[in-house]
Structure formats: structure tokens, C-alpha cells
């Protein structure tokens, strides 16, 4: 059984910085993509960021371009987003994800993590 567990959430000023990390448990982990999602309350799953295996590629959702960075390190087990110049909205749940391959759409995502949250104040 695989386990996610997302850290480094908490609360942010506008213009402020966050790095969250997510472990993951097994051996397994390079073989899989990484992915990051957010929920805020009253509003549907949104897609992040996502890497593949490697980490040589990486995709992000239209409203955090230029502003997080996903990576990862293998030997580690752990998947990170660098998230600066935080918003008021973009406060949500943030979720850690793994897929076969790397993508927005949550369907192709099998295990996820517990959540951490974010809250960016004004």
C-alpha cells in the first residue's frame, strides 16, 4: 500500500513564499508521475502541477504559471512545490497525487495524500 504525506503547509501573507513536501512510502517511487492538486472550499479539484518519472518534464495549471515550481528527488521519495508571490486565492487543501503518466485530469491519478492547507491572508 502506498502512502502519500504532504507538509509544509500553513499560513502566508500575500506576496509570501511556501514550500510543500510530499513523502511517499515504497520502493516504487520513480517509477511513477507526481502530481499536485488544490481544493478550495465550495469549489471542484484543481490541477496544479505535475512531473514525470524523471523529472525532466513538467506541466502546471494556467493559474500558478511562473509562479510554483514542482520538482522531485528520487532518492528521497519526495515530490516538492515551490510556491511564491502567493494570492488570496490561492488558498485551498493541497494535495499530493501519483499517476502512470503525467496529466491534469484527477482520474488518472490512483493514490493521494491526506491534504495540507494554505491560507494566503490579504
Known amino acids: 500500500q502506498v502512502q502519500l504525506v504532504e507538509s509544509g503547509g500553513g499560513v502566508v501573507q500575500a506576496g509570501g513564499s511556501l514550500r510543500l513536501s510530499c513523502a511517499a512510502s515504497?520502493?516504487?517511487?520513480?517509477?511513477?508521475?507526481m502530481g499536485w492538486f488544490r481544493q478550495a472550499p465550495g469549489k471542484e479539484r484543481e490541477f496544479v502541477a505535475a512531473?514525470?518519472?524523471?523529472?525532466?518534464?513538467?506541466q502546471y495549471g494556467d493559474s500558478v504559471k511562473g509562479r510554483f515550481t514542482i520538482s522531485r528527488d528520487n532518492a528521497k521519495n519526495t515530490v516538492y512545490l515551490q510556491m511564491n508571490s502567493l494570492k488570496p486565492e490561492d488558498t485551498a487543501v493541497y494535495y499530493c497525487a501519483r499517476s502512470r503518466s503525467v496529466g491534469s485530469a484527477a482520474v488518472e491519478y490512483d493514490y493521494w495524500g491526506q491534504g495540507t492547507q494554505v491560507t494566503v491572508s490579504s
Open positions: 512531473i514525470t518519472r524523471g523529472g525532466g518534464i513538467t
Open positions: 515504497g520502493r516504487t517511487f520513480s517509477s511513477y508521475a
